[in-house]
C-alpha cells in the first residue's frame, strides 16, 4: 500500500509542475480492453512519469506482461522501452514509467502484451492502448 501512496504523492507532485509536464489520456486500441481508460503522465526534463489505469484487465505475469513503449520522434522508427508490468488488481492502478534510454520529444505512448519479462523489439500486434502526444 505504501509504495502506491508514494507513487500517488510523485505523481501529483509532477502534475504541480504544470505545463512543463505532459498530461495525455489512453486511448482504447482493439478490443483486448475495451473498458480501459486513464492517462500518462511525463516530465521531459526530469525524464520521468506515470501511467494510471482503470479497466484494464488484470494479466499472469506466468503467461503475458505489459509494456510500455515510447514512441520517440528523435529515435525514428525505434520505439524506448518504458517498462514491463503487471496489473495486478481490478481499480485503479499507478505505474512508474522506468525508460531504458532518454527520450528527445515523445510523439505516443503505447501500450502492448508481451511475453512474460517483455520483449526487445514488440511487433504490436497486441496493442490495447495508446496516448498520443499533442504536437
Known sequence: WST??????????????????????????????????GDVIWNQR????????????????????????????????YPVDGGVFDIPHDGEVLVPIQAKLAVGKP???????EKPGGVVVSDQSRLPLLAPAPE
Do not use: C
Open 4 to 37: 502506491q501512496r508514494d507513487t500517488r504523492l510523485n505523481r501529483e507532485a509532477l502534475l504541480a509542475l504544470g505545463p512543463e509536464t505532459l498530461q495525455v489520456e489512453w486511448q482504447v486500441m482493439g478490443n483486448e480492453a475495451p473498458n480501459a481508460a
Open 46 to 77: 526530469l525524464q520521468t512519469g506515470y501511467m494510471r489505469f482503470s479497466g484494464l484487465p488484470k494479466n499472469n505475469p506466468g503467461v503475458a506482461q505489459y509494456q510500455l513503449w515510447i514512441i520517440d520522434a528523435d529515435r525514428g522508427a
Open 107 to 113: 510523439k505516443a505512448f503505447a501500450i502492448t502484451i
